[in-house]
């Protein structure tokens, strides 16, 4: 039971750069979440999903762009890498109006 | 707007005591409210939940308090121990709302 799955768990990237964050859930959760969580912060909603083929913004969208092609999956990217995006991004999945379930984590370094 | 915010930042107890960290939110609509727990290097885990037309519920040495009149909400951990040593955030749903919007947590350290 694998539940809430990200990949990569590690990244450097170079200011300017692109890639790709995955996250995939095994529990059939129509509700996704993309966060980020900076040293000594709670955790900020990027953007979120409540079914597939759908997104929305969350509070601090600037600079990220998701998909949700498929309902297991979604997917964070970031076209043009800047140092303030140095974090560590979380990926949540909830069936509905009820409690959200986190993978372990990105650690994204922008250099 | 929605904010959620905790009153102590850190909160240090002996090994044996009960523990209580609170948490202040400001959207008079949430309806529903969770407390996460995160260790170092890992993503936040669940403990508890509570809806608001309830004002407390229990869990395996925890309770959650929910007033609704002053918007607080607290959680109260019986005979802490070393392994409860970890942030704890409050998060807060609205009623309709499809976003969980998080506080900025509180360290609980646990001494032997």
């Known amino acids: 039971n694998a539940g809430v799955t990200q990949t990569p768990k590690f990244r450097v990237l170079k200011t300017g750069q692109s890639m790709t964050l995955l996250c995939a859930q095994d529990?059939?959760?129509?509700?996704m979440y993309w966060y980020r969580q900076d040293p000594g912060m709670g955790l900020r909603l990027i953007h979120y999903?409540?079914?597939?083929?759908?997104?929305a913004k969350g509070e601090v969208p600037d600079g990220y762009n998701v998909s949700r092609l498929k309902k297991q999956n979604f997917l964070l990217g970031l076209e043009s890498a800047a140092p303030s995006q140095t974090s560590v991004y979380f990926c949540?999945?909830?069936?509905?109006?009820?409690?959200?379930?986190f993978g372990q984590g990105t650690r994204l370094t922008v250099v | 707007g929605e904010s959620v915010g905790l009153h102590l930042p850190t909160l240090s107890v002996q090994e044996g005591d009960n523990s209580i960290i609170n948490c202040a939110y400001s959207?008079?609509?949430?309806?529903?409210f969770i407390w996460y727990k995160q260790e170092s290097g890992k993503g936040p885990q669940f403990i508890i939940d509570i809806r608001s037309n309830m004002d407390k519920r229990q869990g395996q040495r925890v309770t959650v308090l929910l007033n609704k009149t002053v918007k607080h909400l607290s959680l109260q951990i019986a005979a802490t121990q070393p392994g409860d040593s970890a942030v704890y955030f409050c998060?807060?749903?609205?009623?309709?709302?499809?976003?969980?919007?998080f506080g900025t947590g509180t360290r609980l350290l646990v001494s032997p």
């Open positions: 529990m059939n959760h129509e509700y």
């Open positions: 959207n008079s609509a949430s309806d529903y």
């Open positions: 999903s409540v079914g597939e083929g759908t997104t």
């Open positions: 998060a807060e749903r609205g009623n309709g709302f499809q976003k969980l919007v």
């Open positions: 949540a999945s909830s069936p509905g109006q009820s409690s959200a379930f």
